[in-house]
Every structure is written in structure tokens, then in C-alpha cells.
Nanobody
Framework: QVQVVESGGGLVQAGGSLRLSCTAS????????MGWFRQAPGKEREAISC????????YYTDSVKGRFTVSRDNAKNTLYLQMNSLRPEDTAMYFC?????????????????WGQGTQVTVSS
């Protein structure tokens, strides 16, 4: 059974940092490209970052470029999102997801497995 679990969310002041983690079990982690998504209250879920299987390519949505960094450790079956210079508009539930596509994609439909999310709240 595949399980995807996010952690590391919390409450932080604007300008602060958080590092999210996502562990996946029940699958061969190194064979899956991984994505980070977020959903703020009243808004649609959006893709914010992704990374391919070997960390050769990454994607960032414009609003997080230069502030967020995605990485992965295939030996630990873990995906990370380092978030710096956080802003109140980054407040959202953050999800990670896995896809077998051989490229990093911001489209949500190819992602097969999703976690339950971790809440990030940035106070002003």
C-alpha cells in the first residue's frame, strides 16, 4: 500500500523559514517524479514546485522562485521543500504527490498518489 506523508508545517512569522518533508512508502521512490502543491482557503489547488526522479530538473511557480527550494533524497524516500522569506500569502495547506512521468510537471492530473497535507500559516 502506497503512503505519502507530509510534515514540517506550522506557524511562522513573515520573513521566516520552514522546511517541509514528504516521505513515500510502498513504491520505488526513485522511479517517481515528485511535486509540491498548495491550496489556500477559497482558492484552487496550485502547483508550486516539482523535481524529476534524479533531480536533473525542477520547476517553480513564479510566486515562489528565489524563495523556495525543492530537493529529494532517494536513499531516504524523502522529498523536501525549503521555504524562505515566507509571506502571509504563502499560507495554505501544502501537499506532495508522486507521478511516474519521466519529467517534472506542474499539471496535477498525472500525479497518482497524494498526501493528506501539512498546514503552513504565515503571520504578518
Amino acid at each position: 500500500q502506497v503512503q505519502v506523508v507530509e510534515s514540517g508545517g506550522g506557524l511562522v512569522q513573515a520573513g521566516g523559514s520552514l522546511r517541509l518533508s514528504c516521505t513515500a512508502s510502498g513504491l520505488s521512490f526513485g522511479d517517481w517524479a515528485m511535486g509540491w502543491f498548495r491550496q489556500a482557503p477559497g482558492k484552487e489547488r496550485e502547483a508550486i514546485s516539482c523535481i524529476d526522479q534524479r533531480s536533473f530538473s525542477t520547476y517553480y511557480t513564479d510566486s515562489v522562485k528565489g524563495r523556495f527550494t525543492v530537493s529529494r533524497d532517494n536513499a531516504k524516500n524523502t522529498l523536501y521543500l525549503q521555504m524562505n522569506s515566507l509571506r502571509p500569502e504563502d499560507t495554505a495547506m501544502y501537499f506532495c504527490a508522486a507521478t511516474t512521468l519521466l519529467v517534472c510537471t506542474s499539471s496535477q492530473s498525472p500525479y497518482h498518489y497524494w498526501g493528506q497535507g501539512t498546514q503552513v500559516t504565515v503571520s504578518s
